[in-house]
């Protein structure tokens, strides 16, 4: 199946700094979805982006969908103590049957010192 | 403003017994689907459903079944349970089955085979 390769696996911060991640594929996708975890709930999507090039902010995150199709990174600007999580990245592909199935990254967990 | 329900949120089995995990969304969406989480393995879908009276198999369906009688609900069934299926259990839907519906995500059942 399609493999997604989400890094850094984690990261430990200063309150403040600003955030990088992304996820690389060897696959085209046609949406590439972030999601973050927080300890004991479900994810909770973040930024949806559905063209290549595609540039889309909400608040201090921002994510763009990869010109090839197959990177998206995400930033998190300002970094705060609720920033901690396990943020993922997702891609969604055509699977056939007229349906669509998401792969997710293995996740990248954040860490932010006060 | 329930969204994804998932109980329980907690169990232990015994290897071998059987039980049912059950998802109930109240949004009215056709597409819902099960993933589990392993440490370091990200998500992965187990089964799926496009709507009522249709599901279909994901990564790992080996050791799950799932029905799909109603809208709302799409209970997990493991019949025998392993060791090797001890995760989290996350339940997921969307509006409908294209690229561009994001899925909302229920907190999750952790299970346990002892």
């Known amino acids: 199946g399609q493999q997604l390769n989400q890094s850094p696996q984690s990261m430990f911060i200063q309150e403040g700094e600003d955030v990088s991640m992304n996820c690389t594929s060897s696959?085209?996708?046609?949406?590439w979805l972030w999601y973050k975890q927080d300890p004991g709930e479900g994810p909770v999507l973040l930024i949806a982006l559905y063209k290549a090039g595609e540039l889309t902010s909400n608040g201090r995150l921002t994510a763009q969908f990869g010109i090839t199709r197959k990177d998206s990174f995400l930033n998190i600007s300002a970094s705060i103590p609720s920033d901690v999580g396990i943020y993922f990245c997702a891609g969604s592909a055509y699977s056939g049957a007229g349906s669509y199935q998401l792969t997710f990254g293995k996740g990248t967990k954040l860490s932010v010192i006060p | 403003n329930a969204g994804v329900t998932q109980t329980p949120k907690f169990q232990v089995l015994k290897t071998g017994q059987s039980m049912t995990l059950q998802c109930a969304q109240d949004?009215?969406?056709?597409?819902m689907s099960w993933y589990r989480q392993d440490p370091g393995m990200g998500l992965r879908l187990i089964h799926y459903s496009v709507g009522a009276g249709i599901t279909d198999q994901g990564e790992v369906p080996n050791g799950y079944n799932v029905s799909r009688s109603t809208t709302e609900d799409f209970p997990l069934r493991l019949l025998s349970a392993a060791p090797s299926q001890t995760s989290v259990y996350f339940c997921?839907?969307?509006?409908?089955?294209?690229?561009?519906?994001?899925?909302?995500f229920g907190d999750g059942t952790r299970l346990s085979i002892l």
């Open positions: 997921a839907s969307s509006y409908t089955r294209g690229p561009n519906q994001p899925q909302h």
């Open positions: 949004m009215n969406h056709e597409y």
């Open positions: 696959s085209i996708f046609n949406t």
